[in-house]
């Protein structure tokens, strides 16, 4: 049965129960560190600072979709960290000849007198009033923490709500409590779109040019057009989605002849329910981010649909071209060290660019790993020891790792890099969607940009000198792990 024949997604944990949150270990080469990921999964911390709410993550993709109202049930400031990313929504939506307009999201706003009595007459209100007031396509109704702990029914509201709402009504089971992993958000997220806005069958034939190219957040529109250059050197076509999509272009998925993850990590929610119920298949394996890795991705797309030959040929020339470019950047980041920081399988993608650019690769810390990072780590085992610590945020193992380590250059998402930054650590954005990062041109601008970076590192050396983080001196003598209760093998 498919996932999505329930209202309610699994947890991530429940359906990759492998999925690990506490790790901390140098990972040897030539130690037997194959498949650990179901040992990892045991492990816990006697100790937590932080974590990040799916939320996060599932409101990032939910406000970029146009035409779609994004009504957030849940008690007041949940939700507020969608204000953080209103800028890569506005300049998304400008870049693609959409009104350049803020993140819509609305709030219910629930009491404390809801908690009691309930939250569900508010929140068909605020499903009525969001109606008459934007007239979007979509209203998505997302319950938060508070509604799940009451037992407020969203999709109960949600049904007797519709027909007095134009727009279609989605509800969306983000309860943050009820997982521990973030990525437990691509699923929520998929579930509701593949439920609400993909018919009940195709109603088309399939386009033979026709290629599914998953964005839930990976990428900007620089990186989607590198994308479709590729596939269009191979007379294929990209359709993108979900973000910024068009609710209405959502069809369109299930008429393509094939579909390709750019993140595993993301994506196998949805791409097997297109395959199950569409006859569309799909790979999903290497994420294209460095330039063997985006080789490997072309050939693999090539190689499902014929075109083998020709895709190899095409990444045998753009790799030739790509290290004619790189030769000037080569010197400075010869012997260079480099401490990694991101999601699963862009952190450890990107450490293997780095690697590629001549880069020592110190440590990689991963907000989770599951089964998705075993070929990942497999290809980093080639390159020499490393430290592998994967926390959900936790930046007090980070602070300490960095302090011992003092890596050349950090690169982490923009929320997270100030913790290196304070250490006098030079810093680079893992991912702006306005800058190119993903495929051939990908490899180029960050190497760009770390050149920049490397050569001009007073900055960082000033703001070390006088920044402070809230950490005592002890802290940073102590085992950077040692909150770590690692499960017995």
Known sequence: MSYLDSSVPPIRE????????????????????????????????????????????????????????????????????????????????????????????????????????????????ALVAADQAYHPKVILAVSGCLPGVIG?????????????????????????????????????????????????????????????????????????????????????????????????????????????????????????????KFGVPYIIKHMPIGIKNTSQWLISLGQELGLAKEARALAKKEEAELERALAEFRPLFAGRTAFVSAGEYRSLATALLLRELGFKILAIRSFHIDSFAEVELAKLDQTGDFILNVANVQPFEEANLIKKLQPDIFLGHWHGNSTAARL?????????????????????????????????????????????????PGWYEEEAFSHIREAQS
């Open 424 to 472: 006098g650590v030079p810093t680079q954005v893992i991912y702006n969607s306005g800058h190119a990062y993903i495929g051939y041109q990908g490899v180029y601008d960050l190497a760009r940009r770390l050149h920049r970076r490397l050569s001009h590192p007073e900055f960082y050396a000033r703001l070390g000198r006088y920044a402070h983080l809230p950490y005592r």
């Open 152 to 276: 407020d029914d969203l999709d109960a509201v949600a049904a007797q709500t519709q027909p007095r709402v134009q727009a279609k009504i989605l509800p969306v089971h983000c309860e943050g409590f009820k997982s521990r992993f973030m990525a437990t958000a691509y699923d929520v997220v998929y579930h509701a779109v593949g439920r609400g806005l993909l018919p009940d069958q195709s109603t088309g034939p399939k386009d033979p040019l026709a290629v599914n190219v998953m964005n839930v957040g990976s990428m900007g529109l620089v990186d989607e057009k590198e994308l479709a250059r590729l596939l269009g050197e191979l007379g294929l076509k990209a359709n993108f989605f979900p973000v910024f999509a068009d609710p209405d272009s959502f069809e369109l998925a299930t008429r393509a002849r094939v579909s390709i993850s750019v993140c595993p990590t993301h994506d196998d929610y949805f791409l097997e329910h297109l395959r199950e």
């Open 14 to 125: 429940r359906r990759h129960p492998e999925t690990a949150l506490a790790h901390g270990a140098t990972r040897c080469g030539q130690g037997p560190k194959r498949a650990v990921c179901a040992i990892m999964a045991q492990a816990d911390r006697s100790f937590t600072q932080g974590s990040i709410c799916p939320l996060l993550p599932a409101l990032g993709i939910m406000t970029s979709l146009p035409e779609t109202v994004v009504l957030l049930h849940g008690a007041v400031g949940c939700g507020a960290c969608a204000n953080g990313n209103n800028v890569n929504i506005r300049a998304g939506r400008a870049a693609r000849g959409q009104p350049g307009q803020d993140a819509l999201w609305l709030s219910t706003t629930l009491t404390e007198i809801n908690v009691i009595n309930g939250g569900e007459e508010r929140l068909a209100e």
